[in-house]
Structures are given as structure tokens and as C-alpha cells.
């Protein structure tokens, strides 16, 4: 099974920061990832798939690019409402396997 | 509005069963592959199970196979997930959560969520 493999596993940064976490495939997944975020106590959340593209109501701060087994995901400027652990997911094939998660908090 | 509700968690002993069920409202619910996705306390998200519409594709993560069995009832709205020969690895939040598409079978992607239901497994 192909394991999805994020870094760094938890981060803090300032309002305002550019913030990139990064998403490795074991194997070519082409650009079937998805991007989750799960604010504390709350449910996951789709932010972006097929690696680029930001599901409807996600604000435009954030970004998502790679392809093959590289990947990563951006916040431009990051806001205290962004505090939250975020998720990359393969989907290309079953199983649908998640990152082991990295939790964004504010410095 | 779209809403899922999951029900049936509880505590259980080593190597009983539990069903759980997630309720589905405000969408059709017969055109969606559904999934279940569960959380350790203080872990990552681990995807269980998946059915497509009509449910005859059904998929398990290798943690699951032989001992889960997820079905759906679209008369009632309702997806289920049976748990047998429960394990105390297998203490989580269970989520369902809807595939983002609709018609076009499992995409693996899933854009609604239930606020889930815990299960806990312990002597």
C-alpha cells in the first residue's frame, strides 16, 4: 500500500506568516490528494483535491500544489482561525490512506 | 440542510460486536458512495470502509477486513457499520462521511461529515 508520509509533524508561526506543509506519496499517486484541515474538537473538513483545487467556500490564502509524489499546501498569511491539524489524503485508489496529520498553532 | 448523524457507539468488551448507524438528511442519500472514518484519541484520521450507491462496492482497510461489514439501507436513509471481534485498537471516533460526487461511484473524496459516534473497547 502506498503510505502518505506529511512534515513537519506540528508547526507555529506568527499571524500573518506563510505557512507550507508538505505532503510525500511512497508511490506516484499523479494529483489525486486531498487537502483535510480539522479544527480542535470539530470535524475534518475538505479544503482542496486533485491537489490544486480549493473546494467551494475554502478562502483563497490557501493553496495547494505537486504532482506524482510531492506535495504541499500553503496558507499565505496565516490567521488565528487557521489554528488546526491538516490532513493530505490519497485517493486515487483504495485504501484511501491519510496522512499521519500536522498541527498548525500560533506563536 | 445536508446532515449526517452516526449512533450506536458505546463501551464494549474484547471480542464483542457493535453496530453503528449514521442517519442521512437533506440530500439524496441513494446517489452518494458513503464511508466511515475513525480516530484514535489523539491520533490521525483512518479511513474504515466504503459502499457505493447502490452498495455493491464495498471496500475495508486491511485493519478491518473480515471482522467490519458496512451496508447501507437507502429506503431508510441509513448507513451502517457492523463490528465484530472488536479490539482495543479499535477505540475511536467512528465519522460517516458522504463521497463529494454524486452518481459517479466511489472518488474517495468525502466533502460532508457526522459529528461522530465513540467507540471504546475495554475489559
Known amino acids: 500500500d502506498i503510505q502518505m508520509t506529511q512534515s513537519p509533524s506540528s508547526l507555529s508561526a506568527s499571524v500573518g506568516d506563510r505557512v507550507t506543509i508538505t505532503c510525500r506519496a511512497s508511490q506516484g499517486i499523479s494529483n489525486f490528494l486531498a487537502w483535510y484541515q480539522q479544527k480542535p474538537g470539530k470535524v475534518p473538513k475538505l479544503l482542496i483535491y486533485?491537489?490544486?483545487t480549493l473546494q467551494s467556500g475554502v478562502p483563497s490564502r490557501f493553496s495547494g500544489s505537486g504532482s506524482g509524489t510531492d506535495f504541499t499546501l500553503t496558507i499565505s498569511s496565516l490567521q488565528p482561525e487557521d489554528i488546526a491539524t491538516y490532513y493530505c489524503q490519497k485517493y486515487n485508489s483504495a485504501p484511501w490512506t491519510f496522512g499521519q496529520g500536522t498541527k498548525v498553532e500560533i506563536k | 440542510q445536508v446532515q449526517l448523524v452516526e449512533s450506536g457507539g458505546g463501551v464494549v468488551q474484547p471480542g464483542r460486536s457493535l453496530r453503528l448507524s449514521c442517519a442521512a438528511s437533506g440530500f439524496t442519500f441513494s446517489r452518494f458512495s458513503m464511508y466511515w472514518v475513525r480516530q484514535a484519541p489523539g491520533k490521525g484520521l483512518d479511513w474504515v470502509a466504503v459502499?457505493?450507491?447502490?452498495?455493491?462496492?464495498?471496500y475495508y482497510a486491511d485493519s478491518v477486513e473480515g471482522r467490519f461489514t458496512i451496508s447501507r439501507d437507502n429506503s431508510k436513509n441509513t448507513l451502517y457499520l457492523q463490528m465484530n471481534s472488536l479490539r482495543a485498537e479499535d477505540t475511536a471516533v467512528y465519522y460517516c462521511s458522504r463521497d463529494i460526487s454524486v452518481g459517479v461511484g466511489i472518488t474517495g473524496l468525502m466533502d460532508v461529515w457526522g459529528q461522530g459516534t465513540t467507540v471504546t473497547v475495554s475489559s
Open positions: 459502499i457505493s450507491d447502490d452498495g455493491s462496492d464495498k
Open positions: 486533485a491537489a490544486s
